[in-house]
């Protein structure tokens, strides 16, 4: 018996397609779809690097049970008519990115949750997919992030008796036009609202030991805020850049956003702006996390008014970078 899956038998035409693959979302905000989500989520060695005899104890009879009820009622602070603020800022941008580009199939899919990695990558199967470009929602690289989405991708192709020419896009965070289009927020919102007294870029975090095996992940997120403070022309003192979302009591990358903006605020910094450039679209750690939790922790420090800068969701700018940045990635493919 072959260890292979058939090709389908009405796979249509050769395609490309590009498949979005964004981080997941719970379906609903109740306690059991978070808690099926997180046990997908933090069950992926990529994301949790301890040892399955060890964590699997640990998630399922302890983090589970204590933190599911919590994040179910952090989601139903920022859910939408439509859904997750993830899911439906993703949808949106994956709807005009394929208006964009009419001559590849273009489809989303999420990492953990659904639609899952295998289930978009079969319907491609079926459509008659013979090249698959991979781009991953997430600016900066990481095993955490990026790998993860790859090693999904590979798990379901890697059983097909056909599989796809394959091309990933393993980061973006120094490409010119999603640099644009990050300025350009940053600056409609200054339009809009004026300088706060200082510019912090939240990045989500990760635990210290990754950067110390080699993860490039800080190195980028350094790297593009530099590229972003160039072309704002803001001075020392003017920004900063911190990381949010820890997790567990190991140590995380620093300095902390949370801790930062308690500093601020015993300070008695009067405004501070807040973007998030990890994030391609707003989530319930930009929308709860960034513009809830931390503008009230600023404030009882005794800061003043943290206003979030939204992330670039299905902005022109943003849907004109990335599918600028698939084009150059499709080249050389035969039509």
């Not at 439906?88 to 659904?114: E, I």
């Not at 459509?127 to 790998?147: D, F, K």
């Not at 999904?152 to 644009?180: M, Q, S």
């Amino acid at each position: 018996m072959t260890p292979y899956r058939d090709a389908p038998a009405s796979a249509g035409p050769g395609c490309t397609a590009l498949l979005m693959v964004n981080l997941g979302t719970p379906e609903a905000a109740t306690p059991g779809a978070v808690r099926r989500y997180l046990a997908e989520f933090l069950h992926d060695h990529r994301v949790v690097e301890l040892t399955r005899w060890l964590w699997c104890p640990i998630l399922h009879f302890v983090i589970l049970p204590l933190r599911s009820g919590k994040v179910a009622r952090n989601y139903a602070t920022v859910w939408m008519p439509e859904g997750s603020p993830l899911m439906v800022h993703t949808r949106r941008l994956v709807q005009k990115l394929q208006h964009s580009l009419p001559d590849v199939c273009v489809r989303m899919a999420m990492r953990y949750g659904q639609p899952s990695v295998a289930s978009v990558l079969r319907a491609l199967e079926a459509e008659g997919m013979t090249r698959l470009l991979v781009m991953p929602l997430y600016p900066q690289y990481s095993a955490s992030t990026s790998a993860a989405v790859l090693d999904a991708v590979t798990r379901e192709i890697g059983g097909w008796r056909r599989v796809p020419e394959l091309r990933f896009i393993a980061d973006y965070h120094d490409d010119a036009g999603w640099l644009d289009a990050q300025e350009a927020r940053i600056r409609a919102h200054w339009d809009l609202h004026g300088r706060a007294d200082k510019l912090l870029f939240s990045f989500h975090g990760l635990p210290q030991r990754f950067e110390r095996a080699g993860d490039p992940y800080p190195r980028q997120c350094e790297a593009g805020t530099r590229a972003l403070v160039a072309r704002l022309g803001l001075a020392e003192g003017e920004w900063l850049m911190t990381y949010q979302s820890r997790f567990g009591r190991e140590a995380w990358l620093e300095p902390a956003t949370d801790k930062t903006l308690e500093a601020l605020g015993r300070d008695g910094l009067r405004s501070v702006d807040v973007v998030c450039p990890g994030f391609a679209v707003d989530c319930l750690e930009t929308l709860e996390e960034i513009a809830v939790q931390n503008a009230e922790l600023f404030r009882h420090a005794g800061g003043g008014e943290l206003r979030y800068i939204s992330a670039l969701n299905d902005e022109p700018g943003h849907v004109a970078a990335l599918a600028g940045l698939a084009q150059r990635h499709l080249q050389g493919w035969p039509h």
